[in-house]
């Protein structure tokens, strides 16, 4: 059978309709269904596990994270998502996880409670003792006395997760404090 012009625009307006009125009740079904999906607030993230830096969409309800997958328009993973990645939801909804710091002193067995500001504290004392402990100022290459200005006595090691402004302040703070040993984690 031959199909006219006419035929096929009337056909094609018929399906047209036909997808309308079931993309309006697959709606209505989602606003009636209680999925958990409803109002919810969508937004997009990278991984912060690895190198590969796949792209996650997430999706929060009242401040809680209730869903993360894949982002099916990331360049990267095209929505797919490794077995850690696909378990990143249980990183941020996990009654194990710790919130506040840990402390155990030197030869304790005993874990104590800190503010973080007891923590920022004592991490930036420590660094400085470390730095001023190991700075090398100059040292002599084949007789020759060259200023170097190195720590010796420290490393940094950067990760996927920091981003690139994270980056360039991690970067900065190695290199102001001399530090030479500075690493990423996706190298190791
Ligand atoms: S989902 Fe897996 S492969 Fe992708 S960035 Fe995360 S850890 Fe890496």
């Known amino acids: 059978m031959g199909i006219s012009r ?18 309006t009740k697959a709606q209505a079904d989602v606003e009636g269904s209680g999925l958990r ?24 309800k009242k401040g809680k994270i209730v869903n993360i997958e894949g982002d099916p328009d990331h360049p990267i993973n095209e929505g797919s998502l490794c077995s850690k990645g696909s378990a990143l939801f249980q990183v941020a909804n996990n009654e194990r996880r710790l919130t506040k710091v840990q402390y155990r002193a030197p030869g304790s067995d005993k874990w104590q409670e800190k503010s973080w500001d007891w923590a920022i504290d004592r991490i930036a004392k420590r660094i400085k003792e470390s730095r001023d402990a190991n700075f090398v100022k100059s040292e002599t290459i084949d007789g020759k006395r060259y200023t170097v200005n190195r720590n010796e006595g420290m490393a940094f090691l950067g990760g996927a997760a920091l981003d690139n402004e994270e980056c360039y302040l991690w970067g900065k703070m190695a290199r102001g404090l001399g530090v030479s040993y500075l690493e990423h984690q996706a190298r190791i």
């Open 37 to 60: 999906t409803k109002g919810v607030t969508t937004t997009t993230t990278i991984c912060p596990y690895c190198a590969v830096g796949c792209g996650l969409i997430v999706q929060t």
């Open 6 to 23: 006419r035929n096929f625009l009337k056909g094609s307006g018929l399906a047209a309709g036909a997808v309308a009125v079931s993309g």
